[in-house]
């Protein structure tokens, strides 16, 4: 230990002995308090490191200190009896999120079943296609009209009123719950709405709400501020400042003008919205989505992502759940960099995490018919630690950005800037021979950063096949939905299906005619699920029924194979350009061919990646396999192979 190690282990062991005599009577008696203080005593060093980080310059730093832990153990004694018993149940299995039986889905609630109680009625769907954990995409109260997808957030603890109540998620939660699904919910902490009821005491002159954002009198910070910060929203929302006339300020909105940026630099901010956290905790909520992750930290000429204190801020908000809620845990939603998004990825801050690089690569190797950045990439980014996992995804709500790193795609001899260009083009249907239909999403006329809106099936190709109604062309469509929906499955982590995936929603272009939406092109991809189509799912010679009775035989698969558990993946050079290799503990072997065109593996590829067993069975097809020289895969085909028992 350092010298600073040793001052923080002695300063937290006598911060939290003077502390105790104040917070043990808020807790509840007997077992139930000591669980709590047990926890704390584990995990206190860590609160005490990271807030002395944040707010050691502030004179009542210790006073903050306190409030926070009294928030913490005021809402642990607020617990319901059947919550904090999940808390000893995932202590006691800490590593429960890493079997292969975890299946995601993700879905807006009134789009996919128009209430909460619409949603509880849908559970028999969730099992049919056997999902083991449901997002729930941002149903707060939020304001009328435009409110970026429910991201603007006007009350924690209020579910809009068109949806349900706090009382029927809860409820929706424990239905879940009993039938084997963990609720997953957003944690929109970077923000507020403008309705929110703190900002509206900071627009009403009250200095205290006003600190608990980013606010100026003039342009003077703004300005030296902007010189370092990139445009999030260039075509909806240009600069990252607001000028608010009815407060004579500029308040600070990276993402839209009525989403204002909470200001943690304030220690109330931070205790205020812990306390949001925890509350949520307290319905049910089992997996917290943190939105924005990146940017809840400002420094003067930084870009202000990703800086330093967003790790102790995380770090803090983690160890505080871990003491009062043990049984929620996080997920980072960090579309940056690959070497940042892997830096939330730990047992001290996100247990999980989404995996854009893969997301956007495997977009990438459909249009290029090559995988050597996908593979290159892979082999460098996604191997996390142990207690940890990806979410892998195909899409989600948001638009597909190109994430991959410049110095991986340079060693390869692409030019990063160029080759963006190109895949914006290809999945605007621009580019010559393109199969794709989506649209473009907030160019920047500067930059020429752009990125895309679509929904899997459009993107894949599905809706530019069914216009010609050439019928191989719609074959290749739904085989790249396969293909890439099986590399979610089976790579290693949870998989996440957009609800509407799996029965081949193509765009949805309503949109354009909604006030609210039409200068969102996200709303594409965003349709009301077709209870309709959906009931062509069981009749296997529609495309509905190809692609839903293949994902979730796939998802069968999945659970039913130990390999497939998250743990080791090897990705290997498989030697064809074309075909990604990978291997799941050592035990299954999965191969992809990312074209439209007959691809053969050499046996001696096989063999340096994997001790090829005498007998073989592809777990795709339920088929026995055997091969010479090399195996032969068909256009967009996908084995899972394993040694046949």
Known sequence: MTPQDDWFAREAYLTLRRLLPRLSPLLPPGEEGARFLGRLEQHFATVFRCLY???????????????????????????????????????????????????????????????????????????????????????????????????????????????????????????????????????????????????????????????????????????????????????????????????????????????????????????????????????????????????????????????????????????????????????????????????????????????????????EALATREVKLLYHSMRQHFALLPECAWVNYVRSHDDIGWTFADEVAAGLGINGFDHRQFLNQFYTGRFKGSFATGQPFNYNPVTRDM????????????????????????????????????????????????????????????????????????WVHRPPFDWARAERRRDASTIEGRVFQTLARLIQVRKSTPALANGRTTFFDTGSEQVLGYVRNGALLALCNFSEREQRVSREALRAAWPIPAQIVDLVSGQKVSFGFALTLQPYQVVWLKAAS
Not at 129 to 138: N, S
Not at 275 to 280: D, I, R
Not at 455 to 472: I, N, R
Not at 493 to 517: F, K, M, R, W
Request: proline content about 5%; hydrophobic content about 40%; aromatic content about 12%.
């Open 451 to 522: 990125r895309i809106s679509g929904t899997c099936a459009s993107l894949a190709g599905l809706e530019q096949a069914l216009e010609t109604g050439d019928a191989l062309l719609i074959d290749h469509a739904v085989s790249r939905i396969v293909l890439i929906y099986s590399i979610a499955l089976s790579a290693g982590g949870v998989p996440l299906i957009y609800l509407g995936d799996e029965i081949a929603t193509c765009n949805d272009y309503s949109y354009e005619h909604n006030p609210a939406q039409a200068n969102d092109s996200r």
């Open 53 to 363: 980080l944040l707010y050691n310059n502030h004179y009542d730093f210790f006073y903050h200190l306190e409030m926070i832990l009294t928030a913490a153990a005021r809402l642990y004694a607020a617990r319901p009896a059947a919550l904090k018993a999940l808390d000893q149940q995932r202590e006691a299995n800490p590593l429960w999120f890493q079997s292969q039986s975890m299946m995601g889905g993700v879905c807006y609630v009134d789009l996919f079943a128009g209430n909460l109680q619409g949603i509880r009625a849908k559970i028999p769907y969730f099992q049919e296609l056997g999902l083991t954990y449901l997002h729930l995409m941002p149903l707060f109260k939020s304001p009328a009209g435009e409110n970026d997808g429910g991201y603007a957030v006007s009350s924690y603890r209020d579910v809009e009123p068109k949806l349900g109540t706090m009382a029927e998620l809860a409820g929706l939660a424990d239905e879940l719950r009993a039938h084997g699904i963990s609720l997953v919910l957003d944690f929109v902490f970077n923000h507020t709405s403008d309705e929110h009821e703190w900002a509206k005491r900071a627009l009403a002159g009250e200095e205290e709400y006003q600190n608990y954002y980013y606010m100026f009198d003039d342009r003077t910070l703004p300005d030296q501020y902007e010189r370092t910060l990139r445009e999030i929203f260039p075509e909806q929302s240009p600069g990252s400042f607001t000028y608010r006339d009815d407060l004579q300020k500029w308040v600070w909105t990276t993402f839209r003008s009525f989403q204002w940026d909470l200001n943690y630099r304030n220690p109330q901010v931070f205790n205020a919205m812990l306390q949001e956290m925890l509350f949520l905790a307290n319905q049910g909520v089992e997996f917290l989505r943190l939105d924005a992750v990146a940017f809840i930290w400002k420094e003067v000429g930084t870009p202000c992502e990703s800086l330093p204190q967003v790790h102790d801020i995380i770090q803090a908000f983690n160890a505080l759940t871990r003491i009062a809620a043990p049984a929620m845990l996080f997920k980072s939603e960090a579309i940056v960099h690959p070497d940042q998004v892997n830096s939330y990825v730990n047992p001290q801050e996100c247990a999980l995490s989404y995996n854009p690089t893969m997301m956007a690569l495997m977009w």
